[in-house]
């Protein structure tokens, strides 16, 4: 028996496990303290046999857990030696490389052969219309079996260009949209037939260009033309026209004749309803195949 003095403690048990100094055996001795009365109990309310099952249990999972964490520390330090040999074996590599310098540097203004202006203030600009004051952009290049190269672009008074009109103006829907794309800098011009689509070739690989001539002109603004040469050598040029408020239609044309005249403008099969456009180019798969993605 363990006489044990009144505690005024919370916890209602405690055990209290001593072990020898001497001796590799484990001496217990337990006690219950209620927190009520303080009467000690002996050992014996207790399984002893139940506590050392325990304890052998906790001491084979920390004795696994060691094990595991020092398989796994083995085979991260074999990882980084292989690592460090690897980095090794790669700088020593590197520094046996050799190059040879051939020719020489190339002249100083050879960029301004590489980034040449084609159509630009008081260059090389399209046929003056009404609503043109200068913009060019939407551009794309398709080069041909023959060699010969093909510029589309569109030109208008902005990024957009539909026809602006007294007429136009008076509907408040397309009032009100040129009011949004003015704030942010869309100029108010007279434009009876919006913007244009052109066509420019080059024969010498893009060192020198055509005068630009018109590829399309419908009554609504004509956008983001590009062209794609077919198998059979027939050439197609989609775009799509916008008017106000927000209502566009794609279109494309056909060419025979290498460019030089074109069908009119076509509507895709099926027809898209008003609001459909698509400015990325056409594109024929190895079988074939002709695909077009218009939004609408």
């Known amino acids: 028996m363990l006489d044990t003095p009144r505690l ?27 927190r009520y009365d303080g009467k000690a109990h002996n050992w014996e309310n207790f399984r002893l046999d139940a506590l050392l099952t ?14 595991f964490s020092t398989k796994l520390f083995r085979c991260v330090r074999v990882m ?13 590599a590197a520094e046996a490389i050799t190059f040879k310098v051939a020719g020489s540097e190339p002249e100083s203004d050879r960029y301004a052969s590489c980034r040449n202006l084609l159509v630009g203030p008081w260059k090389n600009q399209p046929e003056e219309y009404e609503g043109y004051n200068g913009f060019v952009g939407w551009s794309g290049v398709t080069r041909l079996r023959s ?27 397309n009032l009100k949209q040129f009011e ?9 011009v007279r434009a009876p037939r919006g913007g244009r689509a052109h066509i420019m070739h080059s024969d010498d690989e893009g060192l020198t260009w055509s005068k630009p001539r018109t590829l399309v002109d419908t009554e609504d603004d004509d956008r983001h033309p590009s062209i794609l040469e077919l198998d059979d050598g027939t050439l197609i040029a989609n775009f799509f026209s916008y008017r106000y408020p927000g209502v566009y239609f794609a279109k494309y044309m056909r060419s025979s004749d290498g460019g030089e005249t074109w069908t009119e403008p076509l509507d895709p099969l099926g027809k898209p309803t008003p609001g459909a456009f698509g400015n990325g180019p056409i594109i024929q798969l190895k079988d074939g195949t002709v695909l077009w993605v218009a939004e609408g």
């Open 8 to 34: 005024g403690i919370g916890a209602s048990r405690f055990l209290f496990l001593l072990r020898a100094s001497v001796s590799p055996s484990l001496s217990i001795a337990s006690c219950e303290l209620d």
């Open 54 to 67: 325990r304890m052998a249990e906790r001491m084979h999972s920390i004795r696994t857990h060691f094990e």
């Open 80 to 92: 980084c030696v292989a690592l460090a040999a690897t980095m090794l074996a790669e700088v020593a």
């Open 147 to 173: 060699g010969r190269w093909l510029l589309t672009f569109t030109s208008g008074s902005w990024h957009a260009t539909p026809p602006w009109t007294d007429e136009v103006r008076s509907d408040p829907a």
């Open 180 to 188: 949004e794309w003015k704030a942010i800098g869309m100029p108010d």
